[in-house]
């Protein structure tokens, strides 16, 4: 289960994780989300997602391209950037 923003401290969470082919990424505290990217564990940005609709912390994210494994996604919102770790599998 999710928890939401508590004490004032903004977290993310993606969901499920680990994940196959598609990941809900839900920011609390962080305002809308902006944009999202996927780094693999050599620092290199292998997807990157530019939200331009209104999300109120909700985003849907293809992952299908991205190869099993460990990942950070780092989620840029309009009041707080914060990075999570997931993983892929198949």
Same mark, same amino acid.
């Given at each position: 289960?999710?928890?939401?923003?508590?004490?004032?401290?903004?977290?993310? *969470?993606?969901?499920?994780?680990? /994940?196959?082919?598609? #990941?809900?990424? #839900?920011?609390?505290?962080?305002?809308e989300i902006n944009a #999202? /990217? /996927?780094?693999?564990?050599?620092?290199?940005? *292998?997807?990157?997602?530019? $939200?331009?609709?209104?999300?109120?912390?909700?985003? $849907?994210?293809?992952?299908?391209?991205?190869?099993?494994?460990?990942?950070?996604?780092?989620?840029?919102?309009?009041?707080?950037?914060?990075? $999570?770790?997931?993983?892929? $599998?198949r």
């Amino acid at each position: 289960m999710l928890e939401e923003e508590k004490d004032g401290v903004a977290n993310v *969470r993606c969901s499920p994780n680990p /994940a196959n082919d598609q #990941i809900k990424v #839900i920011g609390y505290g962080v305002g809308e989300i902006n944009a #999202i /990217a /996927a780094t693999d564990v050599t620092g290199k940005t *292998r997807q990157l997602h530019q $939200i331009n609709s209104p999300n109120k912390g909700e985003v $849907i994210c293809d992952v299908s391209k991205l190869q099993p494994g460990l990942w950070f996604l780092h989620v840029q919102g309009t009041e707080k950037d914060l990075t $999570i770790k997931f993983s892929i $599998i198949r």
